[in-house]
């Protein structure tokens, strides 16, 4: 039997409108409902990992094998999603920080969907503008289901590239169009992220110069900074019913920890990461040092914090009960990317690609030559 799949570049996943947030938070709240109902895979035997990476050596070894830098790796994150998406699929990128000096963006991603039956290729897709996309919804779908009912003002932490997806992400889910105080290491950066961004969000944009103008007063805080200094938040500056949403790495206090409800996107995920790396403390924190997580893992493993009390945000969608019950519960919401996302705004996506006519037909063979 002869099989075709689709290919879709980066100019036919614009045409198929990658970049519509309001789609693709529709698309990661279904997500997070049909993992809250169980209907997921995510690689190994736990099957909540969140992808097999490649480990360049510290030192040269051999050859002309790459040695460990900033950012550098390979990963696959596999996954199977039920519910309406029904496919499974694989995000696979390589990223490293001299790209840049290659005129490259630090990773290129792309995702290949393939049939849950037969595991025949569906699509091929660029994926750089699918996975940024994805990430900036995945703090919406948080601000959703977890914000306070008169929510208003948002702290945006870090003005990269996460960031303004995520801004994008939190401007369509909360309810009272406020303002949005953005704060950068360098103010420049946030001066420019609300020049550049204005036009795409109904939040009002203001740059400020301290974390602390920006944090303090707001009711949804998201932080997406590069790690160049640590983003720690002192339990004076939270505000009751607020929510802080780290999509890059946030510390907060023990007693923080303990005190506030702490949501992830998926608790399964990260205590795998900590069985993996719980003998190798120094690997845990300096591979995952952009990691939201991190910190809040090794407390976990020293006995400081409850691994117990943790859960996932699709458990609060499947069952609200386990959400917000008065107006000053505070969240600290910690997520770390799943496969499960990109197959799922991959696929919807690629369907609109199919309704459109979208994409060039490629084909794996008229007749397999061995069968
Ligand atoms: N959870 C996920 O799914 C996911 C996906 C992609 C990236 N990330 C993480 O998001 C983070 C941001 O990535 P990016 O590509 O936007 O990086 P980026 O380099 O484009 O931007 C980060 C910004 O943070 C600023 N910054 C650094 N430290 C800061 C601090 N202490 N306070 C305020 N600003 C600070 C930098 O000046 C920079 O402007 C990274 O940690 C990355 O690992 C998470």
Known sequence: MSLDFLYLSEPDML???????????QSMDDMFRTMGEGDYLMGSPSE?????????PIEERVGKMPVAGPDRRFMAMPAYLGGRFYICGNK???????????????????????????????????????????????PGVATKYLQKSDASTVAIIGAGVVSRSCLLGISETIKI????????????????????????TSLKLVPVKTM??????????????????????????IKPG?????TGTANFSNE?????????????????????????????????AGHPSARLLLKVSSGEADGSKMISLGDIIANPELGRKT???????????????DVAWGYDVYSEAVRLGIGQKLSLWDKPHWA
């Open 212 to 237: 602390e103008e920006a944090i303090v007063g707001s009711d949804v805080v998201s932080v997406a900074a590069s790690g160049l200094q640590p983003v720690d938040i002192p339990d004076e500056w």
């Open 15 to 25: 045409k198929a409108g990658v970049l519509d947030m309001k789609r693709c938070v």
């Open 177 to 200: 169009k406020g303002t949005a105080k953005v704060y950068d290491l360098f103010y420049e950066k946030a001066e420019k992220f609300c020049r550049d961004m204005q036009s795409q």
């Open 327 to 341: 107006d000053d519960d505070v969240f600290l919401f910690l997520t770390g990317g799943m496969g499960t996302e």
């Open 92 to 138: 696979w990128y390589g990223s490293n920080v001299k790209n840049s000096e290659k005129g490259l963006p630090r990773s290129v991603l792309t995702v290949m969907l393939n049939d849950v039956d037969t595991g025949a290729p569906v699509a091929l897709m660029s994926a750089n503008l699918l996975s940024s996309m994805r990430t900036g919804a995945v």
């Open 242 to 246: 607020a929510i802080y949403l780290a």
């Open 256 to 288: 923080a920890y303990s005190k506030y409800n702490v949501v992830f996107d998926n608790w399964k995920m990260h205590k795998d990461w900590l069985d993996e790396l719980r003998d190798e403390p120094e690997r845990l924190l300096s591979v995952n």
């Open 48 to 56: 909540n990992h969140h992808g097999m990476m490649l480990w360049f």
